[in-house]
């Protein structure tokens, strides 16, 4: 029997697609609909892209659930059976019921298992950086206790900016009212967004997805330093800025691991399918 395993929930996006796999990390998929239909696993067999433009013709709602406390249940059942303890590391308790979730479901099945459930304060990427860390930790023989530590100070390091076509999404997640949504529209503004403490929070306003790139730049100019950095995007129509964001940031920091990902749906539900942002992991020596 092993001693530790990680889970994690199903925003999580891992830059090493193998992560998982290599470091056997159980995923707790989110419930997404679109219109009637339920799409098992996740995704299912429809391309992240194919959910964007879904999300973008609004013909057919779609809506994306946190993995329940049942979900969780199970997962921690199932996994409980291969090992003594279980570190589980969700996306931000400020943008999803995953960790409200997870923390319940630890409580009903604690007794058995040792079960430590962690708020990582972000999503997508850096969900993924930080629970591959663990799996790193996990490898080397680490106990829950020293994994957990890994991953909590790994935390301030991670940092994410967004560029959003529109307010629309945040008004549909109830982070902006309606009036904020129509009075940006009107004046053809659009909103930087970073993701702080767990939250997203109003960085700066644009007119143009140009000058929106050079305000990612100035972004990630701030940092002496970069160990990994995730380019992302929405649909295709913006690929070609991706391209240049990348582009221009590997040129500044040539030694930095640097990945390309396009929205999962739990991130287009915030930003929508027009998105522009970035993640990344600063190097650890510079806290």
């Known amino acids: ?3 530790t395993r990680i ?3 199903g ?3 891992f830059p090493d697609p193998e992560a998982a796999r290599q470091h056997n990390i159980s995923i707790v998929p989110h419930s997404i609909k679109i219109g009637e239909r339920a799409l098992p696993d996740g995704l299912g067999s429809i391309s992240p892209e194919q959910y964007l433009e879904h999300v973008a013709n609004g013909k057919e709602h779609t809506q994306v659930t946190a993995p329940s406390i049942e979900d969780f249940v199970a997962h921690f059942q199932k996994i409980g059976r291969s090992c003594t303890h279980i570190v589980c590391i969700c996306a931000s308790g400020n943008l999803s019921y995953s960790w409200q979730n997870a923390q319940e479901a630890a409580s009903l099945v604690r007794g058995k298992l040792e079960i430590i459930v962690l708020d990582s304060r972000t999503t997508s990427t850096g969900l993924g950086l930080l629970t591959e860390a663990a799996g790193d930790a996990v490898s080397t023989g680490a106990s829950a206790d020293e994994v957990a530590h890994a991953v909590r100070v790994r935390i ?4 994410a900016i967004f560029f959003l076509e ?3 999404y945040l008004q549909h997640t109830n982070r902006v009212d309606t009036s904020q949504a129509t009075l940006a529209a009107m004046l053809g503004v659009k909103p930087i967004i970073a993701l702080e403490s767990g939250d997203l929070i109003p960085f700066e306003k644009v007119r143009t997805r140009t000058q929106a790139l050079e305000r990612l730049i100035e972004f990630v100019s701030e940092f002496p330093e970069i160990e990994q950095l995730a380019v992302l995007r929405g649909r295709a129509r913006v690929a070609g800025s991706a391209r240049q964001l990348r582009s221009r940031v590997a ?3 040539p030694e930095a691991r640097i990945t390309n990902a396009i929205f999962g749906p739990v ?3 915030l930003i929508g399918p027009d998105g522009l942002g970035i993640i990344l992991c600063e190097a650890s020596d510079q806290h």
């Open 1 to 3: 029997m092993t001693k």
């Open 7 to 9: 889970i994690t929930d």
């Open 11 to 13: 925003s999580a996006h």
């Open 156 to 159: 301030p390091n991670i940092y």
């Open 166 to 168: 529109t307010m629309q």
């Open 251 to 253: 040129d500044a920091y």
């Open 267 to 269: 991130l287009a539900s």
